[in-house]
């Protein structure tokens, strides 16, 4: 969402802000994978990163697409936050996947 607050700097300052509490989080989110993971908690700590690889190749890759297609250095952050999003959606949808199917394992054990 940097693109939408680079000309205003409290706002860009606020974004920076928030992308260090994002990542700050990491660790965080590094435990619940390794609580979800049960016996397989190496080959889910090896994915999570893998994940993050794939995301920063991914991000450069698209932005590269930006600046051939000629709309210039201001659009890779368009494109970043279109990576967000879709992100964003992904993590909502497995959310509501987990929910889901913690209702059926309540429902089958009650």
């Known amino acids: 969402m940097f693109a939408l607050v680079a000309s205003n700097i409290p706002l860009t300052a606020l974004a920076?802000?928030?992308?260090?509490?994002?990542?700050?989080?990491?660790?965080?989110?590094?435990?619940?994978?390794m609580d979800v993971?049960?016996?397989?908690?190496t080959l889910a700590a090896s994915m999570n990163h893998a994940?993050?690889?794939?995301?920063?190749?991914?991000?450069?890759?698209?932005?590269?697409?930006?600046?051939?297609?000629?709309?210039?250095d201001a659009a890779t952050g368009w494109a970043g936050m279109i990576?967000?999003?879709?992100?964003?959606?992904?993590?909502?949808?497995?959310?509501w996947s987990e929910k889901r199917d913690a209702g059926k394992e309540a429902a089958r054990a009650g």
């Open 16 to 33: 920076v802000f928030m992308l260090g509490g994002g990542i700050a989080l990491s660790p965080a989110m590094q435990m619940r994978l």
């Open 37 to 41: 993971a049960a016996d397989a908690q």
């Open 51 to 72: 994940a993050f690889n794939m995301a920063n190749a991914l991000g450069a890759w698209l932005g590269g697409l930006v600046l051939v297609a000629g709309y210039g």
């Open 83 to 95: 990576l967000s999003c879709v992100g964003l959606i992904l993590f909502l949808l497995s959310l």
